[in-house]
């Protein structure tokens, strides 16, 4: 069993940056892609990007490529999602997933195997 801890949450003014991070245990960090979610209230999760195990290939959604950066460090077991640019629809709980798929554009087509509890973004206009 994998275990996923998000932190990093909090409250923002538009136009500003935030840094989430995910800290896994419980399994071989290495044979898993990452990936980060996002649910606004009344609204589907929603993928927001994803890389994958050797921290090579990343994948974003439209609505955040070139504001998000995903990072990894296997080393230390940890993703980071650099949030640049905010806006208040990026207003959401963020998640991290993992899962073993081999493609980081599958990641968001699929339900990854282990997600964290969540960390509440607030960007506020």
């Known amino acids: 069993q994998v275990q996923l801890v998000e932190s990093g949450g909090g409250l923002v003014q538009a136009g500003g940056s935030l840094r989430l991070s995910c800290t896994a245990s419980g399994g071989i960090f290495s044979s898993y892609a990452m990936g980060w979610f996002r649910q606004a209230p009344g609204k589907e999760r929603e993928f927001v990007g994803s890389i994958s195990r050797t921290g090579i290939g990343r994948y974003y959604a439209d609505s955040v490529r070139g504001r998000f950066t995903i990072s990894r460090d296997n080393a230390k077991n940890t993703i980071n999602l650099q949030m640049n640019s905010l806006k208040p629809e990026d207003t959401a709980v963020y998640y991290c997933?993992?899962?073993?798929?081999?493609?980081?554009?599958?990641?968001?087509?699929?339900?990854?195997?282990?997600w964290g509890q969540g960390t509440q973004v607030t960007v506020s206009s």
């Open positions: 997933a993992a899962d073993r798929v081999t493609s980081v554009q599958r990641m968001g087509a699929i339900n990854p195997e282990y």
